[in-house]
């Protein structure tokens, strides 16, 4: 087996109207790092997992590219994300940031949230 590498991402906080608090969520990427860390069960060392709490969508977006860049079919890859989603005017789904945006219908405004399209273009 290749190398085994984690992104933990948990968003609790929210600043716009339209997406509540998550407190659990923190909480949540945390209990994940201690399971994958724990030698019988996930087994990954500390420093290949990158653990991410209430970051920006820049450091999201950053993070998620370098996970999966210059990876090879042997390795296992574990991308989590504990937070809100939403969908666009086209149903497109998001993952939230702290600062994204919605509008009074609920939907999200793109440039402010990752695109679940652009985590499957990474893996890809």
Known sequence: MGK???LLVGVSNYHQQGLSALPS???DARAMKQVLQHPD????????ITLLLNPTK???ADAIDNLFANRS?????LF???GHGAKDDNGNLYIAAPATRVSQNKR??????INASFIKDQMT
Do not use: R
């Not at 079919?73 to 890859?77: A, G, H, I, R, Y």
């Not at 999200?108 to 949230?113: C, E, F, G, R």
């Open 4 to 6: 085994k590498v984690a």
């Open 25 to 27: 969520a923190t909480k």
């Open 41 to 48: 069960i996930g087994g990954f060392a500390e420093t290949d």
């Open 58 to 60: 820049d450091t999201m």
């Open 73 to 77: 079919s042997e390795d296992l890859v």
């Open 80 to 82: 989590y994300f504990s």
């Open 108 to 113: 999200v405004l793109p440039q402010s949230a």
